[in-house]
């Protein structure tokens, strides 16, 4: 339930088996409410379908539930995003299902640190509680991989740096642009530091990185759980000031 304008809405999933997302208005938190008719008609490989909506940066988003990634269904479903209008007399109009969802509205700044756990794709990994604070990255293995959409390096990065944490032998990340399969821009050895929650910080040079980028961060190693990671950041090129002749 949230409150736009004057008004209270009420969202919420509404059956039969398989779910579609309804919602209701009311002048008043406790009722009594007036039916508005289905937001998100049944679609999708889930059984079940629960809703949110905020507003961000002027913006109004339509989160759900899907179960359109790989092995999914009812029971192992994902959050998905779309981004609408509401109309004139403060209905809310019918939204779709989409494979692209909600358009990119920024792009990431790859020099300020960026916390591992954002993701705009990814394959085998998890997060938990870390030890520095907020939560990390966990259970990676070799071919495991984040992607993060959008990120602006401007004229140029030279170097990129990783908060990691590994009990074992560690692994690398190799830096990617634009394809999981792309030649690596760098890569990033990980050591065993003495711990999962043993946090250091590693280095390394990165080549031919600039513009604007989605960023895979793909992880290598031998069997078993490589590393955790917390953040990671971009170091820009300096430049030189061309004197004048």
Known sequence: MYKRSDLYYLIFAAGPISEHISYSTSSSPTGPWTFRGIIMP?????????????????????????????????????????????????????????????????????????????????????????????????????GDYIMVKGIDFGDGAASFEVRVASEVGGGSIELRLDSLTGTPAGTCVIADTGGWQTWVTRSCTVSDVHGVHDLYLRFAGGSGKLFNVNWWKFTAKKTQNTPES
């Not at 794709?121 to 966990?138: A, D, F, L, R």
């Open 42 to 142: 049944t679609q999708g490989k889930s059984f079940t379908n629960h809703p949110g909506i905020c507003d961000y940066r002027g913006n109004s988003y339509f989160f759900y539930h899907n179960g359109d990634l790989p092995d999914g269904h009812g029971f192992h479903r994902s959050v998905c995003v779309e981004k609408f209008e509401y109309n004139e007399d403060g209905s809310i109009p019918t939204i779709n299902m989409t494979k692209e969802g909600a358009p990119q509205i920024g792009c990431v700044n790859p020099y300020e640190t960026v916390q591992a756990e954002t993701i705009c794709w990814s394959s085998g990994v998890k997060t938990e509680k870390c030890s520095e604070g907020g939560m990390n990255v966990c259970d990676i293995e070799n």
